[in-house]
């Protein structure tokens, strides 16, 4: 099991930035990584992925170009750097990590799961 606490979410207008941060309790290089969001009434859905090792990402298209994900593997940290918010990117906003390497974007494919941080983008 890996332990997740993810930090960062508030509130924001639109146009504007947040950084969320995600504290694992194992080495994060060895993990594949990902944020997700989830608002009322719609399925969680893969946002940014990051992969054990080298580092490969994925971006869904509504973030593409707005949001980078990365970690620092010496502080087991990862994080969702969010740039040119809009108030469809309203949501919870959770951190999922997982042991197996390979292809992963959807919930699913995640066994691990943080309390998740909200974010508001009002208009």
């Known amino acids: 099991q890996v332990q997740l606490a993810e930090s960062g979410g508030g509130s924001v207008q639109a146009g504007g930035s947040l950084r969320l941060s ?7 290089y060895w993990l594949t990584m ?8 719609k399925e969680r859905e893969g ?4 992969y054990i090792g080298s580092g490969g990402t994925y971006y869904s298209d509504s973030v593409k170009g ?9 502080k087991n940290t990862l994080y969702l750097q969010m740039n040119s918010l809009k108030p469809d990117d309203s949501a919870m906003y959770y951190c999922a990590a997982d042991v197996r390497g390979g292809f992963r974007n959807t919930a699913a494919e995640f066994s691990n799961w943080g309390q998740g941080t909200q974010v508001t983008v009002s208009s």
Do not use: E, H, L
């Open 47 to 50: 946002v940014a992925v990051i």
């Open 22 to 28: 995600c504290i694992a309790s194992q080495y994060t």
């Open 66 to 74: 707005r949001f980078t994900i990365s970690r620092d593997n010496a």
């Open 34 to 41: 990902g944020w997700f969001r989830q608002a009322p009434g």
